[in-house]
């Protein structure tokens, strides 16, 4: 029974690093995404 919850325990601590991994590669998208938006989107008047 030991054996069980250690590889329980094992897949939920993967499961949590690979979410958090996840989210902040997303967030990273995002953040780029915005950043390349605006650049675009920049009113050539301005330069």
Do not use: W
Request: with cysteine; glycine share 10%.
């Amino acid at each position: 029974m030991g054996a069980f919850f250690s590889v329980l325990y094992q897949t939920a601590v993967k499961f949590v690093f690979l979410g958090a991994l996840a989210f902040g590669g997303i967030m990273c998208g995002i953040k780029l995404r915005k950043h390349k938006d605006a650049k675009v989107n920049e009113d050539p008047a301005k330069k």
